[in-house]
């Protein structure tokens, strides 16, 4: 690891590379060195990403627009250059190297520990949508192709329920026919987006808080970590998943299911960060779906759960037989809150 980082531009002397974060994809270090100046290194994985050199590109063109708007480098992620000018390092396309300035006086948080926190959140993720909304987002790649294609997600669980090949179906009748029953509505911001109902925007697609660095003194927002999965997508779907993430009185994988209820405190703290922070940018249409992107993006959330379950846990990392069924069912619990509330949020939301 000190080799890898020795090739870019750091001020003083790498003493040492320390395994840092608790991602799941990429392999991340800090990298200390002999000066007061710290560094993240990273190891991409590209069979995640299997698009290396456009992911690189995507960050590159969105941090450049970002920095125009506000020129705090705590406020926008900056790549560090190789010595040799490049941005970063690709060895036959299966090894991708990068090196990060570590954001100094910030703290993630994996859960909201005040309403508040999850206020900053909002504003966050709206003041990107803000930053970005004159930024044409068709000159970004799909780093994960169809990602928050909710159809092509249905698609795939109609495949594995045809196929079997766990042979779990029969055992799981309940919760197919809760996502079958759910199918129609589940396109909705698909067709508009076809229809040119919703624009195309430059969406974060993995909005959780725990992406999001506050100031440890203020908790006042300072930037949005983890550009890999930024490209093309909605305002809606970027939302909803903050909310499936955050305004949730439950872990993903709850077993039990009495434990899962929609905090709606929670909930307009995030829609007002959310909503100030992007001024007029979003379209009538576009505020008048976010609640939709709530409720559809968890129930894509439990879509590809169960799929992966039907599938015999091939995708998704497990630490138990029906860890995958659990996440499923948390899902559907917290879908069904969403449903339930649904009135209520709309009049919320009209109010912010």
Sequence with gaps: MR????????EGTIIKCIPFGSGHINQTWLVVTNQPHLYILQKVNTETFRDPEGLM???LLVTGHLREKDTDPRHVMTLVKLKDGRDYILKDRKELWRLYEYVTGGVCLDRAET???????????????NRMADFPAEQLV????GFHDTPKRYLALHEAIRDDRAGRAKSVQQEIDFMLEREEQAGLLQKMLKAGELPLRVTHNDTKLNNVMLDEKTREPLCILDLDTVMPGLA???FGDSIRFGASTAEEDEKDLTKVR??????????????????????AAERETLPDGARIITLENAVRFLTDYLNGDTYYHIERPEHNLDRTRT???????????DDIIRRMMDCI
């Design 236 to 238: 809606a779907n970027d």
């Design 115 to 129: 309403a508040a926190d999850f206020r900053n959140s909002g504003k966050a993720f709206g003041t990107f949508q």
């Design 3 to 10: 080799e890898m980082a020795e090739m870019f531009r750091t």
């Design 142 to 145: 799909e780093t994960i192709p």
């Design 57 to 59: 590109n995507n960050i």
């Design 262 to 283: 929609l905090d709606l405190n929670l909930y307009q703290a995030y829609a007002e960060g959310f909503l100030h922070a992007c001024g007029d940018r979003l379209t």
């Design 331 to 341: 899902q559907m619990a917290l879908t069904e809150e969403m449903e339930k509330h």
